[in-house]
């Protein structure tokens, strides 16, 4: 059974910076693919980035390339999303959902029936 779970959120102000993790069991191999989504009150859930936990793919939507960065350590099954120079807009909940299946490289990946996904955690950027 596939589980996720999401750690590091809180709250920063402005222009500061959060790590985010989100550790996967279940997988036996690496051929799978995680991805970040976030979701504010009243606005559509967005996704974020994904990573191949192979290596062999990263994406990231336009809303965050050059702020946020998406890595992996596959000795600990964790990926990571860093969040750089935080706005007030970035406050929202952030779930990491994995899949099997590699990503695709130049597209954000479609989480399908397959998908598992975490509780979610809340970052909260302030002025």
């Known amino acids: 059974q596939v589980r996720v779970v999401e750690s590091g959120g809180g709250s920063v102000q402005a222009g500061g910076s959060l790590r985010l993790s989100c550790e996967i069991s279940?997988?036996?191999?690496?051929?799978?693919?995680v991805a970040w989504y976030r979701q504010s009150p009243g606005k559509e859930r967005e996704g974020l980035a994904t990573?191949?936990?192979?290596?062999?793919?990263?994406y990231y939507t336009d809303s965050v390339k050059g702020r946020f960065t998406i890595s992996r350590d596959t000795t600990i099954s964790t990926v990571y999303l860093q969040l750089n120079n935080l706005k007030i807009d970035d406050s929202a909940k952030y779930t990491c959902?994995?899949?099997?299946?590699?990503?695709?490289?130049?597209?954000?990946?479609?989480?399908?029936?397959?998908?598992?996904w975490g509780q979610g955690i809340q970052v909260t950027v302030s002025s």
């Open positions: 990573i191949s936990m192979d290596g062999s793919s990263k």
């Open positions: 959902a994995a899949r099997p299946r590699t990503c695709p490289r130049t597209r954000f990946a479609y989480m399908g029936w397959d998908t598992t």
């Open positions: 279940g997988f036996t191999d690496t051929d799978y693919c």
